[in-house]
């Protein structure tokens, strides 16, 4: 078993300034520098920890072949590492599955979010804003599934969780709108516009109501802005993509 030899601060700390500013570019390349580097240096655990960061990446970026073989290492290097039944795997296994979720496979996909529940039950305190996370993602796979309960149910954790925890107001707001996917995927547009209507109401509200304007809520306002776009909210859409453009701007000098 290797042991990690590289700064895992040192990649991460860096990933996150190119991130803040929405320069995918320099953070794939940076990631692809560290990835040889921890390949050469035979240090699984790095290269585990640059693959979960890659495929994310990939996965954002629509690079539907790179973002499955990264999913693939790092799956391997899990067995190899035996390290199957900590935390960090079971995050892993969220990663996974959610490449999955993006790019077709909603089956692989939930076999993979309940082997990373099952860990985070038990290694995780109840209202751990991780296990939120993965309810939220969870639901999304469901969804396209066509199990409306199953992920009524999914959001309805993430809620009670993401609720309880400070800051989590932001993870309420994507939480919100994805329910309003949701109700479209199961009802249809016109029989479910009054429950989209008042889940876009609440998003809004929790966007306006943040006070911290940093790089995490420009991407926030980025992700849900194409949301309200689609449901023709046309001006919030644009206010608060341009403020997360503002947001990256002034981080980037």
Known sequence: MSSQLISADRILDKLDEYLGRND?????RHLKYWLGE????????TELLVSNELMGLYRKLGKREEALERAQTALKRIDELNIGTQVGAATTFLNCATVCKAFGMPERSLELFIKAEQIYLYEL?????????LYNNMALTLVDLGRFRDADEAYSKALAI???????DLEVAITYLN??????????????????????DRAASLLEAHARRDGYYAFVCEKCASVFEYYGRFMYAGEIAERARRIYQSEGN
Do not use: C
Not at 125 to 133: A, K, V, Y
């Open 24 to 28: 995918y570019v320099s953070a794939e």
């Open 38 to 45: 921890a390949e050469v240096a035979g240090d699984h655990r």
């Open 125 to 133: 305190e109840e209202n751990d804003s991780r296990l939120g996370g």
């Open 162 to 168: 993401m609720e309880k925890n400070e800051g989590g």
């Open 179 to 200: 329910m309003a996917s949701a109700a479209e995927a199961e009802l249809g547009l016109l029989d479910a516009d009054e429950r989209i209507q008042e889940l876009m």
